[in-house]
């Protein structure tokens, strides 16, 4: 199974809004609503943002967001914040019923 | 609150087999697959694969051949063990719930396994 592509990086300002894609096949991304997203701080442990496309986990700020639109789906964090600088994962579930994460995407708050 | 600790060898020689055991607190064991979870030094997060409380796995494709993952239902633990480790298999281990629709919402420390001779 091939990973989730993803953007290496992606930079914004305070304040503003940037989106993060993951793109996967129909036998992933496209076949199922099983998208998480994850943030992962330096030296931490990875923190579940986005479940089954768009739902957000207790506790999560709702500047985050997720969608799919046929094999890529994407996730929004508007009002960009300091503290999100981190490494975001998406992850899939797959038609061979293991998981499959994304190559990850660095995000920069300039 | 759920919590996950973890434990393990953390340096190896190749050809040797990696142990790691995790251990839930404060949350139901069953109901629930546990999976493991590992990220190379500087690189991207990769699944190994998963086992639910009455031991039913499923294992990545590219380290099926390697890969065993065991449960302990009476202490709430579950293990994996990777047979015959090379400089490849560096990297921190973690173990993760895995709730409804594949969503790790639980997630251990996290456990840097170095594989050197």
């Known amino acids: 199974q091939s990973a989730l592509t993803q953007p290496a990086s992606v930079s914004g300002s305070p304040g503003q809004s940037i989106t993060i894609s993951c793109t996967g096949t129909s036998s992933d991304v496209g076949d199922y609503n099983y998208v998480s997203w994850y943030q992962q701080h330096p030296g931490k442990a990875p923190k579940l943002m986005i479940s089954d496309v768009s739902n957000r986990p207790s506790g999560v700020s709702n500047r985050f967001s997720g969608s799919k639109s046929g094999n890529t789906a994407s996730l929004t964090i508007s009002g960009l914040q300091a503290e999100d600088e981190a490494d975001y994962y998406c992850s899939s579930y797959t038609s061979s019923s293991t998981l499959v994460f994304g190559g990850g995407t660095k995000l920069t708050v300039l | 609150q759920v919590q996950l600790q973890q434990w393990g060898a953390g340096l190896l020689k190749p050809s040797e087999t990696l142990s790691l055991t995790c251990a839930v607190y404060?949350?139901?064991?069953?109901?629930?697959?546990w999976s493991w979870i590992r990220q190379p030094p500087g690189k991207g997060l990769e699944w190994i694969g998963e086992?639910?409380?009455?031991?039913?796995?499923n294992y990545s494709p590219s380290l099926k051949s390697r890969v065993t993952m065991s449960v302990d239902t009476s202490k709430n633990q579950s293990s994996l063990r990777l047979r015959s480790v090379s400089a490849a298999d560096t990297a921190v281990y973690y173990c993760?719930?895995?709730?409804?629709?594949?969503?790790?919402?639980?997630w251990g420390p996290g456990t840097l396994v170095t594989v050197s001779s």
């Open positions: 404060g949350g139901s064991f069953s109901g629930y697959y």
């Open positions: 086992i639910n409380h009455s031991g039913s796995t």
């Open positions: 993760a719930r895995v709730s409804s629709g594949e969503n790790a919402d639980y």
